[in-house]
């Protein structure tokens, strides 16, 4: 799978967007975009996917560049509860769910009141 | 969205004993699991993946017969830390595929005293 950069930390006031980046420079034509998030203590949780789209659902927007090498998370207005650590995840998508998820180190988004 | 649990969410046992986690699927059919670790300030690494009716398969560096996987059915899987120590005192998150996702447990707390 190949691997993502983010920041390691972001803060956000509440009400406003918080837009997280992820680089992936070296992603493949068959491997795909997710996020995850995990707020403290608690088991990660999917947010949404992508191939080179843009999509959107009840959480979050995910755009990603025409090149793909690059995406960004949109949580349209962010809330004290959406303060988590959020993982950019790259993976073929084909697998299903078949292979294990190799987290990296992620993005501590910080909502303030 | 589908639900994984675990239980116990948190247990505490003196070195030298074992301690066995449960990893339920309840409301879909898993044919995979699989079992994370994360110790703290740390990212979630995977340990090995549980297939229903066979062995598990670990990941380079977990020894197989300190962390005991059982897969019997298609809704349970159950990690078993054998012979505890301090260093093994973590956060054990299991997830479960179903329809193409994983989708997370909440997580054990683990504190080997």
């Known amino acids: 799978d190949a691997k993502t950069t983010q920041p390691p930390s972001m803060d956000c006031a509440e009400g406003r967007a918080a837009n997280l980046p992820c680089n992936h420079s070296t992603i493949s034509g068959n491997e795909y975009v997710y996020w995850y998030r995990q707020i403290h203590s608690q088991g990660p949780q999917y947010i949404i996917h992508g191939l080179k789209n843009n999509e959107t659902n009840e959480m979050a927007s995910l755009i990603i560049t025409e090149d793909r090498k690059s995406s960004t998370l949109i949580l349209p207005h962010a809330t004290l509860r959406d303060t988590a650590v959020y993982y950019c995840?790259?993976?073929?998508?084909?697998?299903?769910?078949?292979?294990?998820?190799?987290f990296g180190k992620g993005t501590h988004l910080i909502i303030q009141p | 969205g589908a639900v994984v649990s675990q239980h116990p969410s948190r247990v505490i046992c003196k070195s030298g004993t074992s301690v066995k986690i449960e990893c339920r699927s309840l409301d879909f059919q898993a044919t995979t699991m699989f079992w994370y670790r994360q110790f703290p300030k740390q990212s979630l690494m995977l340990m090995a993946t549980s297939n229903e009716g066979s062995k598990a398969t670990y990941e380079q560096g977990v020894e197989k017969d300190k962390f005991l996987i059982n897969h019997a059915s298609l809704t349970l899987s159950t990690l078993t830390v054998t012979s505890a120590h301090p260093e093994d005192s973590s956060f054990y998150i299991c997830s479960a595929t179903g329809l193409n996702e994983q989708y997370f447990g909440p997580g054990t707390r683990l504190t080997v005293t």
């Open positions: 995840i790259v993976r073929v998508a084909s697998k299903g769910g078949a292979d294990g998820l190799t």
